[in-house]
């Protein structure tokens, strides 16, 4: 990614306004971040780093015109960004453990130069298993020379998380994975996430069509019912039917590939989201559901084709679409605010895939799944031939 940062050699010049009366006050030179610059927005200013083990990366301090003497200054952490961050991003990055990273508290930027050397910053393996995602927020807290510390690129919050690799199963009409009993969620609003891989898919209309992959059953609204094609429609396209209506992905999926898919349903809309970015949405006259269960695969003998799914999601709210991006290459806190249930179906064996959040909504298959003991990496599910 490339960062540049444009300020005026002759001087930035700030507006205060007080009353009817406005003063400048002249800038003379700036200081900060490389990587931060340029930015007047703050979730400009994240770097996302996915860590196995120890890793480090580099940031440099820079100043906008050369100073005839060493600029000295100091970095520190500014957990004061973190709970910034997350309500501009709807996030819920937590700080990093100060014992988990290293990097120097004084850098120095040598006479006539513009740019300090590479600033190491050292991180070592973070704590994992527990489905978090952390954040280090770096700001410059102080510097010795006659330089303006600028606001927004004077600080830098690395977004940490964890790589997701995992087992996945691979189901087919007999497999039929659903909760016991009806769990009564009254809500306004919902969301189904999953990474979805389909063995075959139909390419011409009719063709395979009615591959149920989600059936929500509901005792307030009505189905929630996202398959793969119908009699009018290519069997290579997603659709959803719900409250008395439908419509279908832009989409035009391909078969042995995987995707993130992700239904948001809420204030009067429902949208579909393909790989993290908005693909389709329909007009609803209504989102109030009681949300009774979810079946995975449950459309019998339409459904012919195998499918691996990872990572199903059911919440009792509108993700956005910053957070459904922000999270669906990592795995998720279980207690997370708002899940129905999160089966990550990562269990490598047997015929139980377990509900992660507090809930207990385990879901129990007909018939075992097949588990080859892939693993699959969710940071790039479908490498090139050249990158396997």
Known sequence: MKYIFRISVLALAVVLAAGCNTKYDVIENGLYISEAAPGDRFNQQAVSIIAEGATT????????????????????????????????????????????????????????EVSSEPVTISIKEIPTGDGLAYCL?????????????????????????SPLHQTVPTMNANTLPAPEGNWGVATSAWTLEAWVWMSQLGHEVGAMNNQAIFTGSVSKGTEIYIRFGDAPIRGDVLQIKTYGSQFESNTQFEDQKWYHIAFVCGNGKCTLYVNGQEDKSMDMSSTDYVIDNLALCGSGSYFRANCKMAQVRFWS????????????????????????????????????????????????????????????????????????
Not at 85 to 103: G, I, M, Q, R, T
Not at 337 to 363: H, T
Not at 364 to 375: L, R, S, V
């Open 317 to 388: 709210k509108a993700l956005s679409a910053n957070a459904i991006l922000d999270a669906m290459q990592r795995e998720i806190p279980g207690n997370s605010d708002g899940l129905i249930g999160y089966w990550k179906l990562n269990e490598g064996e047997g015929s139980v895939f377990v509900d992660s959040s507090p809930n207990g909504r385990d879901m129990t298959c007909k018939q075992a799944p097949t588990w080859t003991g892939e693993i699959i990496d969710f940071t790039d599910p479908n490498p090139t031939e050249e990158e396997e």
């Open 137 to 161: 927020p770096i700001k410059i807290a102080s510097s010795d020379a006659p330089v303006e510390i600028m606001e927004a690129s004077g600080r830098l919050i690395y977004l940490i998380s």
């Open 57 to 112: 990366t580099t940031l440099h301090l820079s100043v906008a015109r050369p100073l005839d003497r060493d600029v000295h200054a100091t970095l520190a952490f500014a957990p004061e960004f973190v709970d910034e961050y997350n309500a501009k991003n709807d996030a819920n990055y937590v700080s990093l453990p100060a014992e988990c990273v290293e990097f120097p508290s004084e850098v120095v930027i040598p006479a006539g």
